[in-house]
C-alpha cells in the first residue's frame, strides 16, 4: 500500500507496477465502495496525501486526493458557484470525477472542463470533459481505467450569500433524508429510469430488513448501513436480495452505484 505526496510519486509507482506486471488500484477516501473481506491482490495506492487546490480565474485547480466538500468550501469562499451541491458529499475528487458524483440536480460532469491522469503504463494525459463521456454515474475512466491526478473545475462568479444559502440547503437535505449517524457507503443503487431506488427498496417491504450486521436504512433504504460489525458477505447478501426481490415483483434491473473490488468480486 503507498500514500503518494504528488504526482511524480504516483507516476513512478504506477510504472514501477505496470513494469512488473502488478495490479493497480488507485483508490481515494473509499465513500463509495465495498473492499473484499479476502482482501485486494496487487499494489493499493491511496491519493489522499494528495491535496493541493488552487484558483486561477474562474477555474479551481484540485489534486485528486482532496474531499469534494473541501473544494466546494473553496468555490465559496472565492465567490465561485457550481459546486453548491456538493458541500456535505463525501468522496474525493478523484471518485467524483470517476462516478460522476452528483447530488441535488448538479452533477461533476456539469462542472468539470479537463483532468490530468495517468494510463496504465504511467503516461501523462490531459483529458477534457468530452473525451471522459460521461452518464449518469459513469465516465469513461471506468472503462478505460485511467488514474486520475488532478481536476480543472470551470465555475461562475456569484453571491457569496446566495452560494452559502444552497449549500446550507443541500446539507440540511441530506442530514434530514440520510443516516448519518451510522457507517455506509453511500447510495448503494443507481436510479432507474422512471424511478427512485430507495422507494423501490421500500415499496418491495425491504427497508429496515438485516443480514448479520448490515442493515438497509430504515432512514434512506438506498443505504446499507453498519449497525454491528458487518462484513462485507453481509453487504454482498442484502444487495443480492434487493436485486432479486425488485427484478422478480418488478422486472427491474437494479444496477450498483457503489464499486467492489478485490479478491472474489467480477469487478465493476
Same mark, same amino acid.
Given at each position: %500500500?503507498?500514500?503518494?505526496?504528488?504526482?511524480?510519486?504516483? @507516476?513512478? +509507482? $504506477?510504472?514501477?507496477?505496470?513494469?512488473?506486471?502488478?495490479?493497480? /488500484?488507485?483508490?481515494?477516501? +473509499?465513500?463509495?465502495?465495498?473492499?473484499?473481506?479476502?482482501?485486494?491482490?496487487?499494489?493499493?495506492?491511496?491519493?489522499?496525501?494528495?491535496?493541493?487546490?488552487? $484558483?486561477?480565474?474562474?477555474?479551481?485547480?484540485?489534486?485528486?486526493?482532496?474531499?469534494?466538500?473541501?473544494?466546494?468550501?473553496?468555490?465559496?469562499?472565492?465567490?465561485?458557484?457550481?459546486?453548491?451541491?456538493?458541500?456535505?458529499?463525501?468522496?474525493?475528487?478523484?471518485?467524483?470525477? #470517476?462516478?460522476?458524483?452528483?447530488? #441535488?440536480?448538479?452533477?461533476?460532469?456539469?462542472?468539470?472542463?479537463?483532468?490530468?491522469?495517468?494510463?496504465?503504463?504511467?503516461?501523462?494525459?490531459? +483529458?477534457?470533459?468530452?473525451?471522459?463521456?460521461?452518464?449518469?454515474?459513469?465516465?469513461?475512466?471506468? *472503462?478505460?481505467? #485511467? #488514474?486520475?491526478?488532478?481536476?480543472?473545475?470551470?465555475?461562475?462568479?456569484?453571491?457569496?450569500?446566495?452560494?452559502?444559502?444552497?449549500?446550507?440547503?443541500?446539507?440540511?437535505?441530506?442530514?434530514?433524508?440520510?443516516?448519518?449517524?451510522?457507517?455506509? &457507503?453511500?447510495?448503494?443503487?443507481?436510479?432507474?429510469?422512471?424511478?427512485?431506488?430507495?422507494?423501490?427498496?421500500?415499496?418491495?417491504?425491504? *427497508?429496515?430488513?438485516?443480514?448479520?450486521?448490515?442493515?438497509?436504512?430504515?432512514?434512506?433504504?438506498?443505504?446499507?448501513? &453498519?449497525?454491528?460489525?458487518?462484513?462485507?458477505?453481509?453487504?454482498?447478501?442484502?444487495?443480492?436480495?434487493?436485486? /432479486?426481490?425488485?427484478? *422478480?415483483? *418488478?422486472?427491474?434491473? %437494479?444496477?450498483?452505484?457503489?464499486?467492489? $473490488?478485490? @479478491?472474489?468480486?467480477?469487478?465493476?
Amino acid at each position: %500500500m503507498a500514500f503518494p505526496k504528488n504526482s511524480q510519486e504516483t @507516476k513512478r +509507482l $504506477i510504472q514501477a507496477a505496470f513494469d512488473q506486471d502488478i495490479p493497480v /488500484h488507485v483508490l481515494g477516501q +473509499l465513500s463509495n465502495m465495498l473492499i473484499s473481506d479476502q482482501g485486494v491482490a496487487g499494489l493499493i495506492i491511496i491519493m489522499d496525501k494528495m491535496k493541493q487546490i488552487q $484558483i486561477r480565474g474562474n477555474e479551481i485547480i484540485a489534486d485528486a486526493g482532496i474531499d469534494m466538500i473541501q473544494v466546494s468550501e473553496f468555490a465559496y469562499e472565492h465567490g465561485l458557484s457550481g459546486l453548491e451541491w456538493a458541500a456535505g458529499l463525501p468522496g474525493s475528487v478523484g471518485g467524483a470525477v #470517476y462516478m460522476n458524483a452528483g447530488a #441535488y440536480g448538479g452533477n461533476t460532469a456539469d462542472v468539470l472542463k479537463s483532468v490530468i491522469a495517468l494510463d496504465h503504463a504511467g503516461h501523462s494525459l490531459v +483529458l477534457t470533459k468530452e473525451q471522459l463521456g460521461f452518464s449518469y454515474r459513469n465516465s469513461g475512466i471506468q *472503462q478505460n481505467g #485511467y #488514474y486520475i491526478l488532478q481536476a480543472v473545475f470551470e465555475l461562475a462568479p456569484d453571491d457569496k450569500a446566495v452560494i452559502r444559502r444552497w449549500m446550507d440547503d443541500f446539507n440540511f437535505r441530506r442530514i434530514s433524508k440520510q443516516p448519518l449517524n451510522l457507517p455506509s &457507503n453511500g447510495s448503494v443503487f443507481k436510479r432507474p429510469q422512471g424511478f427512485y431506488a430507495g422507494k423501490l427498496v421500500a415499496d418491495a417491504g425491504l *427497508q429496515g430488513v438485516r443480514i448479520g450486521g448490515a442493515q438497509l436504512s430504515t432512514k434512506h433504504a438506498n443505504f446499507i448501513v &453498519n449497525v454491528d460489525h458487518a462484513s462485507t458477505e453481509d453487504y454482498v447478501r442484502l444487495i443480492n436480495l434487493v436485486k /432479486h426481490t425488485i427484478k *422478480q415483483n *418488478q422486472d427491474i434491473n %437494479m444496477e450498483l452505484e457503489i464499486k467492489m $473490488i478485490g @479478491k472474489g468480486f467480477a469487478e465493476n
